[in-house]
């Protein structure tokens, strides 16, 4: 019997409020705006931008564009208005026909832009859009991945931005709107020089900053009450975690709230396994000095492929039993014996040293030569020194599951 954690959901990375506490009024502010592109036909596309502080990370970004989304949908619904929110993590750099797949999956179950070219898949968005009088806002997430991208077509990303000029609705309605969301104003630069027309069309833009010791706050206490058990936590505990990632604090001064989110949750588990009736400082100073298992970034993970998910388990695997680099071959057999166990053919070796560059190239996995002594030449493999091995372990294998 669970007597501290009442919904363990509430502390999942995922996890969007019903609520903003914080970051209400940008909610607000976005909402009335995108309330408004509902109500009036217009024919030219709403973009929004929201970007976060050099360097910051966990500071609702993802969260507020989520939520948005939620409220609007719940805004339409009574009104009677049709309306989709599509949300695409852009992390990996999919292709736009990638992109043009999670929009069409949104906006009607049997519409499949399989082999067709970008054009005629965003042609057969906008036709169904228009017979079936619906909007749609699209979220593009890490949208600076994108763009910084040498990989990525320019003329597509502008085409699918700006979409109402390209392919025009049959009643010169445009139904999709974006927002854009990106890890700083960096993002701007680079749309300026490679999309022009569409960083002049961005309409608003959001710059969200680290958040204070009080936000953390009344962020943790949102959670608590939803979350614990009345009574088993306590307001000092909170106020302890806030004031250790508060930008103006003085323990990690990062403003995450996804820092102090996990910090809590941790506090919680290590009363729960200890069978305590509450939190104790005892159980937040562990949690607090746990605070390495706070880099692994959920959404990013779950915007992986799956075998590069089982790539990277077989890697976390070895990291953790042999504590040093594994070879490229121990990595391939753990990887093939982890891909047969959750039911799929393991892929060759050249997509396999593809997944292996990519994991590398976004940092979660260190690759480097094994340069002398050993027999022939290979590439040694280790998980990335500051992820903890054993946590990574147990949550891909929650999200391969899932
Ligand atoms: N204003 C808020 N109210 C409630 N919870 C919040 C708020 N802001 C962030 N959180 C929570 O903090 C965690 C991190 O937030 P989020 O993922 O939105 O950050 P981010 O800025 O997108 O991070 P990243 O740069 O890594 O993408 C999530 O669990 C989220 O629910
Ligand atoms: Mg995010």
Do not use: C
């Amino acid at each position: 019997m669970p007597t501290i954690i009442k919904n363990p959901m509430v502390f999942d990375e995922t996890y969007i409020p019903p609520q903003l506490h914080v970051r209400d009024k940008e909610a607000e502010f976005l909402l009335k705006r995108y309330m408004m592109k509902l109500s009036t036909n217009t024919s030219s596309s709403d973009i929004t931008l929201i970007y976060g502080s050099i360097g910051r990370v966990g500071i609702g970004k993802t969260t507020l564009a989520k939520y948005v989304g939620n409220k609007l949908k719940e805004f339409a619904y009574t009104r009677g208005i049709n309306f989709a929110v599509a949300y695409v993590n852009l992390y990996t750099v999919p292709s736009i026909l990638e992109i043009l797949t999670v929009l069409a999956s949104q906006v009607a179950p049997k519409l499949s832009v399989r082999g067709s070219s970008p054009l005629e898949a965003l042609k057969a968005i906008v036709d169904t859009l228009y017979r079936r009088d619906l909007y749609l806002l699209v979220i593009l997430d890490e949208f600076q991945q994108l763009i910084k991208s040498p990989r990525v077509d320019e003329e597509q990303l502008y085409i699918l931005l700006r979409i109402h000029e390209q392919v025009p609705s049959p009643d010169n309605t445009s139904r999709i709107n974006y927002l854009l969301v990106a890890q700083d104003f960096t993002v701007l630069s680079y749309l300026k020089e490679k999309l022009p027309q569409v960083e002049s069309q961005i309409g608003l833009r959001l710059h969200l900053k680290p958040y204070t010791t009080e936000e953390l706050y009344t962020i943790l206490e949102q959670r608590a009450q939803q979350g614990l058990y009345p009574g088993v936590w306590d307001p000092d505990l909170l106020w302890t975690i806030a004031e250790f990632y508060g930008v103006d604090g003085n323990g990690r001064p990062e403003g995450s709230a996804r820092k102090a989110i996990i910090a809590l949750r941790i506090a919680a588990e290590t009363a729960e396994a200890m069978g305590e009736h509450r939190i104790t400082e005892e159980h937040v100073r562990f949690a607090l000095s746990q605070d390495a298992v706070a880099n692994i970034n959920e959404a990013q993970l779950r915007s992986l492929q799956k075998h590069e998910l089982l790539l990277l388990l077989a890697v976390a695997m070895l990291s953790r039993d042999k504590k040093s680099y594994a070879t490229t071959g121990e990595v391939r057999e753990k990887y093939e014996y982890l891909a047969r166990i959750y039911g799929e053919n393991p892929r060759g070796h050249t997509q396999f040293n593809l997944y292996m560059r990519k994991l590398d190239a976004i940092g979660l996995i260190e690759a480097k030569p094994s340069g002398k002594g050993m027999r022939g030449r290979t590439t040694l493999l280790r998980l990335a020194p500051e992820i903890p091995a054993q946590h990574l372990v147990e949550l891909l294998e929650k999200i391969l599951m899932s």
